[in-house]
């Protein structure tokens, strides 16, 4: 289920009779340092847990619902009109109504857009997360390194041809002693 806004957008996903719900809230902003540059974030997080349930919570100490959720969160920040994919995993903590229980949101291989949606099951041009832009620097940057050395042994192989053939006519000075006339 979902609500979808100009500005606020909710995305809840229930599963097992809603035993587990989680629910995904969007914010639409401008950036004022940068200009008036818009985007979109993930500004808050709630999931519902019932520890009752037996499939995850086996012989809980006090079974019942508990809420996890974050505060201030800004995650996922993309700009207006792109969606955001990312898939390396990342970790959102949620602070639970449970203090015995530490809920870690882990989110792999996501890709979402909120807002500005031109069709039905068509994503905008993705912006890709920080993770991912980093690990494709990772495995082009050896290639550009090996592309600029291989172009320096071939411009020095280059150069040293060139100046090569143009001191071969020069008349050369024995290094050799031996070639020399005896002094004396």
């Avoid at 006090?62 to 920040?77: E, I, M, Q």
């Avoid at 989110?107 to 832009?133: G, M, N, W, Y």
Wanted: net charge neutral.
């Amino acid at each position: 289920k979902g609500k979808c806004g100009t500005n606020e957008s909710e995305l809840e996903i229930s599963w097992l009779e809603q035993a587990y719900t989680l629910k995904l809230f969007f914010l639409k902003g401008h950036n004022t340092s940068r200009g008036q540059e818009a985007f979109w974030r993930l500004s808050r997080i709630q999931f519902t847990y019932d520890t009752a349930e037996r499939t995850y919570f086996k012989d809980a100490v006090s079974p019942g619902k508990h809420t996890a959720s974050s505060h201030r969160l800004s995650a996922l920040v993309t700009p207006a009109g792109k969606s955001y994919e990312c898939q390396a995993q990342q970790t959102i903590s949620l602070i639970s109504s449970d203090h015995q229980k530490s809920v870690q949101l882990l989110l792999s291989e996501v890709r979402i857009q909120p807002f500005d949606i031109t069709a039905d099951f068509v994503f905008s041009e993705e912006h890709k997360c920080p993770v991912d832009q980093r690990e494709q620097l990772e495995e082009t940057l050896p290639l550009i390194l090996g592309l600029i050395l291989g172009l320096v042994i071939v411009i020095t192989l280059c150069v040293y041809h060139i100046h090569h053939k143009l001191t071969a006519n020069q008349v050369q000075i024995p290094r050799d002693r031996s070639q020399y006339k005896h002094m004396g």
